[in-house]
């Protein structure tokens, strides 16, 4: 498809204060705290509304499928909402990330409050609130976040960089919640309580909310991109840049891996209480096996830029996949029994998987540039809103995979204990989906982003061009 010519040329601002380690620390400060309610729901809300609140599993897969619903609507309004937004005085994302900090944390403290007393369908109808609010406040913080690297520095290096302090913060807030949060909800007999939930939620709220401020105050849009009223050919309206979003295999690509690869990282996460508690027998290993993908990332990271260097994004997170996708078949095929043999097995597929991790941002950024190389504008907020109604996406099938998988297997809600065919069937379904994520994130980066080391230095440098032409 030919290219389009670009309608909104890019200007550097002058006077602000250059790219440096305050822009990073500040970004990294942000997926600190999205990241740290985003694991908090992820990895244990289905257990507080089974083991806690008394709802059945299957009503909470029901209810993450009704979300997610409600999300495909909601994310894009966003985006649109987003982008239509004039650069202000404090920038044209910043303000988004401060405001919109606070309902979320209100959103977050609710939606692990137990309230006594409500009858099953209140209760339904309270989750149901809480949780498509909390939703909603994240949209408005998380996609306004995702797009403000794209205005902090117009250079390729420094971009990377914000994706690799990006991924620290992800993975000190996995970090905080995986040793924190037991030790919250967990009791001495390895059941959970509400005032522990309770307790956590309000401590992550609060650092989320310091963590945004931060993020507000440290951060600097320094690249403006500017409405060309000159600019000659059809001008192109919501429908065209949905069609555009269609046609951009790099975002389809990175969103199809994204879907693949979150399933697979993700739902070991939501059922790990499950696994450790009932399976293992014994919960308190939850922390550690928490810290084991933390850890592995942390190991890959110095060498990431050098593999990026020699084969590119995309060459690197594909190939190391093959890892990932080899520990878990092991998995899933041989009968493990021992916790320290899984998690050793665990650790390696970690390995493998940290490096999509790392890239991930930088392989969206380059998708939205990629966007911009096809339809000629800066679409900064629908690109990225699209790319986070994937993740959404992930989380409504995770809670309806496990949930429904759950009452499948005959899980039984606020029992104490559960049968051996139970706990075989939890241990078979914290393998054998991550498997499949696995294939999906590989056969994804490999046969659809198209984006490969040579292509992308190739667009980037018609993109200069264009800017340099449209000045």
């Not at 670009?6 to 990294?28: A, H, W």
């Not at 403290?109 to 406040?137: C, H």
């Not at 739902?267 to 027998?281: A, Q």
Request: aromatic share 12%.
């Amino acid at each position: 498809m030919e290219a389009r010519k670009l309608e909104q040329p890019i200007e550097q601002v002058e006077s602000v204060k250059p790219f440096g380690t305050k822009d990073r620390l500040g970004y990294m400060f942000g997926d600190l705290g999205n990241g740290l309610l985003f694991g908090f729901i992820t990895s244990y809300l289905m257990v507080f509304y089974t083991d806690v609140f008394g709802i059945s599993a299957a009503a909470v897969g029901t209810m993450m499928i009704v979300a997610r619903v409600w999300d495909a609507i909601n994310d894009p309004m966003m985006g649109i909402i987003v982008d239509k937004r004039k650069a202000g005085k404090s920038g044209k994302f910043r303000p988004f990330i401060l405001w919109g900090s606070i309902p979320l944390a209100i959103f977050a403290i609710l939606t692990f409050t137990s309230v006594p007393g409500l009858s099953q369908n209140l209760k339904l109808v309270y989750a149901y609130v809480t949780y498509i609010g909390f939703g909603m406040a994240y949209t408005a913080v998380n996609i306004p976040y995702g797009s403000l690297s794209t205005v902090m520095t117009s250079d390729s290096v420094e971009r990377t960089s914000l994706s690799t302090f990006r991924t620290i913060g992800s993975m000190l807030a996995n970090l905080i919640a995986m040793v924190l949060t037991p030790m919250l909800i967990f009791n001495a007999e390895g059941g959970v309580s509400a005032e522990g939930f309770f307790k956590a939620a309000i401590i992550y709220a609060i650092i989320s909310t310091v963590c945004c401020i931060l993020t507000y105050r440290l951060t600097t849009e320094r690249v403006k991109h500017t409405e060309n009223e000159n600019a000659n050919g059809p001008q192109i309206g919501l429908l065209g840049s949905i069609k555009m979003l269609v046609k951009n295999r790099a975002l389809l690509g990175i969103m199809m891996a994204s879907f693949g690869m979150l399933l697979a990282l993700m739902l070991p996460m939501s059922l790990n209480s499950y696994l450790f508690k009932d399976y293992f027998k014994n919960p308190g290993l939850i922390t550690i096996a928490g810290l084991l993908g933390v850890v592995s990332s942390f190991m890959i990271m110095p060498f990431t830029g050098k593999f990026v260097a020699k084969f590119g994004k995309k060459e690197t997170a594909a190939s190391t996949l093959i890892l990932s996708i080899g520990a878990y078949l092991v998995l899933f095929l041989v009968p493990i029994t021992n916790p320290y043999v899984y998690m050793g097995i665990y650790f390696i597929s970690s390995i493998g998987a940290g490096f999509f991790n790392i890239l991930t941002w930088a392989l969206v950024g380059d998708a939205i540039d990629y966007q911009e190389y096809l339809s000629g504008k800066r679409e900064e907020g629908i690109v990225y809103a699209s790319y986070s109604l994937v993740r959404k996406l992930v989380q409504a099938v995770i809670g309806g995979l496990g949930g429904f998988a759950l009452a499948f297997i005959g899980y039984q809600s606020g029992a104490a204990t559960q049968t051996p065919e139970v706990a075989n069937g939890i241990m078979k379904i914290i393998t054998g989906i991550p498997l499949v994520g696995y294939v999906i994130g590989f056969v994804s980066l490999l046969f659809i982003y198209d984006l490969s080391k040579e292509k992308l230095a190739a667009m980037h440098a018609e993109l200069e061009k264009r800017r340099e032409e449209a000045k």
